[in-house]
Nanobody, 121 residues
């Protein structure tokens, strides 16, 4: 049974930082493509960042230079370090796992419950 459990969301002021965690069970993050997506109220889900089985990372243009994805294999956990947060980053952030690199949520078969990130201006 695959399970992805997210944590680390919260309320921060613009310019602040948060670190999201995605603890996986039932699969190895080192052998999967792990992705972060987000969805703001009234908007469609969008790709944020991903990390491939070989460690290659991918970022949406709107987070490049601000967000960093990483994994800790010993803890089977993926992280999203978010710096220089903007009010437009406010959304529910979801962790996902899939078999191959992709920016499409349809390519990911397993999803976390989501964690709320709110950035005040």
């Amino acid at each position: 049974q695959v399970q992805l459990v997210e944590s680390g969301g919260g309320l921060v002021q613009a310019g602040g930082s948060l670190r999201l965690s995605c603890a996986a069970s039932g699969l190895a993050v080192s052998g999967s493509t792990m992705g972060w997506f987000r969805q703001a109220p009234g908007k469609e889900q969008e790709f944020v960042s991903g990390i491939n089985w070989n460690g290659n990372t991918y970022y949406a243009d709107f987070v490049k230079g601000r967000f960093t994805i990483a994994r800790e294999n010993a803890k089977n956990t993926v992280y999203l370090q978010m710096n220089s947060l903007k009010p437009e980053d406010t959304a529910v952030y979801y962790c996902a796992a899939g078999p191959s690199p992709s920016q499409s949520p349809r390519s990911y078969g397993h999803w976390g419950q989501g964690t709320q990130v709110t950035v005040s201006s």
